[in-house]
C-alpha cells in the first residue's frame, strides 16, 4: 500500500513537473510584424536611389507588444530576439509590385512552403507552386512560400522554430539577386542570455553594423520595370535594359545605409550608443552586398567570436574580419584609451560614385573618456575608481590606492597596525 502511495505520488510529481515546464516554454515565441515597401536613399551627390525596403510595425514577446514606427528603411530595424525565446514568426505585408518571402540565413524555416517554381522566362508570369515533371522551362523564383503583391499582399506568416542564439542575416528569399540588392534586408540577433552574446561572450554595449553597395542605375532599373531578360516596360529615353544583376557596377558604398563623408558633418558609427574606455563591446557585422568587404578600427584589434551564428571554441585576435556575401560575424573591443578610431573597409571601397569623391564605407568609433571620481585618470587605468587620487599613490603595490586601501601593510587584515 505504502508503495502504491509512493508510485502515485511520484506520477503526480512528475505529471506537475511536466505541465510545468511546458507551461515555461509554450508561450516562448516572438512575433514580428513587417511590411515591405519602396523608400528612396539620398547619396552624398544629392542622388536620390529608389530603394526596397523593411518596416517594423510591432513585436510581440509572450503577449508583450511594442509598437515600431512602422516607417520603410534600409537596412530595416534590427529584429532582437529575447534570450530563451525558441520560435520567431514574422507576419509580412508586402506593399510592392512583386511577390516577395523571406529568408533568415542559418535559421531552419518551419515549414519552408518551398520553393516556389515559375513556369516560362517573363518575371511576371505566375507561380505554378510546384516543378511538373520534365517541364525544363521551370526555375527557383522564391526559397520559400511568398506574400503576393499588391492588395493581396498578406499578411503571410513565416515561422522558425528551434531558434538559436547568433547574429544572422533576415532577407528576401525571392529572387534575391535583384530584390536584396534592392534593400530587401535587415539584421535580427538573439543572446544566449542577457549581456552575454555566446557562452562567456559577455559585453556591455553593442553596435550592429550593416555593409552593403548600391548600383544606382540598376535600381533605377528594377524600380523603372526595365530590369531583367524579359522586362515589363522598354527603358526611357537615354537608358538600356538590364538583363541580371551579373552587370551591376556599384558605386556607393554603404554602411548601415549610410555613404559617409570625412569632414561633412560625419557622425560616428556609435552616435547614440556612447562607449566609454570601461566598455566591451560587441560589433555585430553583416554583409548585406554582393562584394567583399572587411571592416577594420584603426589601432585597433578585434577579437572573433563567431561567424555566422557559430562561436568559436577559443576567439581569434585579428585586426581586420573578412565579410564575404551574406556573411555575418561577431567580434569584441575593449577600448583601453578614448579617442577617435577610423572604422573603414580594408577592401579600400572608400569613394563615392567612382569618381573619387570621399565617403564610402569610412566612419570612425567615438571612445569617451570613463572617469567615475573625476581624478582625471580614466576607470580602466584607475586604482581608486570611486575616490578621487590623481596622484595614483600605492605604497605596498597592491593595485589599489592609498586611499581606498584599507590594508596597508598587506597582511591580509585590516586593523590598527595598518595605521603605523
Not at 177 to 206: C, H, N, P, R, S
Not at 334 to 344: A, H, Q, R, V
Amino acid at each position: 500500500m505504502y508503495q502504491k502511495v509512493i508510485k502515485k505520488f511520484t506520477g503526480i510529481f512528475i505529471s506537475l513537473l511536466f505541465l510545468g515546464v511546458m507551461a515555461g516554454t509554450a508561450d516562448a515565441v516572438t512575433t514580428f510584424n513587417m511590411t515591405a515597401g519602396p523608400t528612396t536613399l539620398t547619396m552624398p551627390d544629392s542622388t536620390v536611389v529608389p530603394m526596397w525596403g523593411f518596416a517594423l510595425d510591432s513585436t510581440n514577446v509572450d503577449g508583450a507588444v511594442t509598437d515600431g514606427d512602422g516607417i520603410v528603411k534600409v537596412p530595416g530595424d534590427v529584429l532582437v530576439v529575447p534570450p530563451g525565446e525558441t520560435t520567431v514568426i514574422i507576419n509580412l505585408t508586402n506593399n510592392l509590385p512583386e511577390p516577395v518571402s523571406l529568408n533568415i540565413l542559418g535559421q531552419m524555416l518551419t515549414p519552408a512552403g518551398g520553393p516556389v517554381w515559375t513556369v516560362g522566362t517573363s518575371e511576371t508570369v505566375a507561380s505554378t507552386g510546384s516543378r511538373t515533371p520534365g517541364d525544363t522551362t521551370a526555375r527557383v523564383r522564391s526559397f520559400a512560400h511568398e506574400t503576393p503583391a499588391g492588395p493581396a499582399g498578406g499578411p503571410v506568416s513565416y515561422t522558425w522554430t528551434n531558434f538559436k542564439p547568433g547574429t544572422f542575416m533576415l532577407q528576401s528569399g525571392t529572387n534575391p539577386a535583384k530584390q536584396v540588392q534592392m534593400g530587401l534586408y535587415a539584421a535580427i540577433t538573439q543572446d544566449a542570455a542577457a549581456g552575454e552574446a555566446y557562452t562567456g561572450a559577455f559585453y556591455t554595449k553593442e553596435l550592429v553594423l550593416v555593409y552593403s553597395e548600391i548600383d544606382p542605375e540598376m535600381h533605377e532599373a528594377i524600380a523603372g520595370g526595365y530590369y531583367g531578360s524579359n522586362p515589363i516596360n522598354p527603358p526611357p529615353t537615354g537608358k538600356v535594359a538590364i538583363p541580371s544583376s551579373l552587370h551591376r557596377d556599384p558605386k556607393y558604398y554603404l554602411i548601415n545605409g549610410m555613404a559617409y563623408e570625412p569632414g561633412g558633418g560625419l557622425d560616428p558609427v556609435n552616435a547614440g550608443t556612447p562607449i566609454g574606455t570601461d566598455d566591451r563591446v560587441l560589433l555585430r557585422l553583416l554583409n548585406a552586398g554582393y562584394e567583399i568587404h572587411v571592416p577594420q578600427i584603426l589601432n585597433m584589434y578585434m577579437r572573433l567570436v563567431a561567424e555566422d551564428g557559430n562561436p568559436f571554441t577559443y576567439a581569434k585576435e585579428q585586426y581586420g574580419i573578412s565579410l564575404p556575401a551574406a556573411k555575418t560575424a561577431d567580434v569584441l573591443i575593449k577600448p583601453t584609451i578614448w579617442g577617435t578610431f577610423p572604422l573603414y573597409d580594408a577592401m579600400l571601397n572608400l569613394t563615392n560614385a567612382g569618381d573619387g569623391a570621399p565617403g564610402g564605407m569610412l566612419s570612425y568609433l567615438n571612445i569617451v573618456m570613463v572617469d567615475t571620481d573625476g581624478d582625471s585618470v580614466v576607470d580602466n587605468l584607475d586604482n581608486c575608481i570611486l575616490v578621487g587620487n590623481a596622484d595614483q599613490r600605492d605604497t605596498n603595490g597592491d593595485g589599489f590606492g592609498n586611499i581606498c586601501d584599507t590594508d596597508l601593510n598587506n597582511d591580509g587584515v585590516t586593523n590598527g597596525l595598518d595605521v603605523g
